[in-house]
Nanobody, 125 residues
């Protein structure tokens, strides 16, 4: 049984940092690209960042480029999202997702096979 478990969300003030973690089990982690998505109330789920299995290819949404950093530790089956200079518009439920053996980082949610349950990030102004 595949499980992706996110952690690290919370309520913070604008300008501070948070680091999200997502630990996977039940799959061969190195075979998957990992992505972070977010969904705010009343909005569609949107791509935030993605990383291929080796960490050699990374892609960010324009809205977070320069502020967020995605990384992975294949020995720990974990992907991270370091979020700096948080803004109120970053408020959303953040999800990690796994995509099996893609050639490139995919930005569409339907390309990802497995999803975590999400972790809430709330940024106050």
């Amino acid at each position: 049984q595949v499980q992706l478990v996110e952690s690290g969300g919370g309520l913070v003030q604008a300008g501070v940092s948070l680091r999200l973690s997502c630990t996977a089990s039940g799959l061969t982690f190195v075979g998957y690209a990992m992505g972070w998505f977010r969904q705010a109330p009343g909005k569609e789920r949107e791509f935030v960042a993605g990383i291929l299995w080796s960490g050699g290819s990374i892609y960010y949404a324009d809205s977070v480029k320069g502020r967020f950093t995605i990384s992975r530790d294949n020995a720990k089956n974990t992907v991270y999202l370091q979020m700096d200079s948080l803004k109120p518009e970053d408020t959303a439920v953040y999800y990690c997702a796994a995509d099996y053996l893609p050639v490139v980082v995919q930005t569409r949610p339907e390309r990802y096979e497995y999803w975590g349950q999400g972790t809430q990030v709330t940024v106050s102004s």
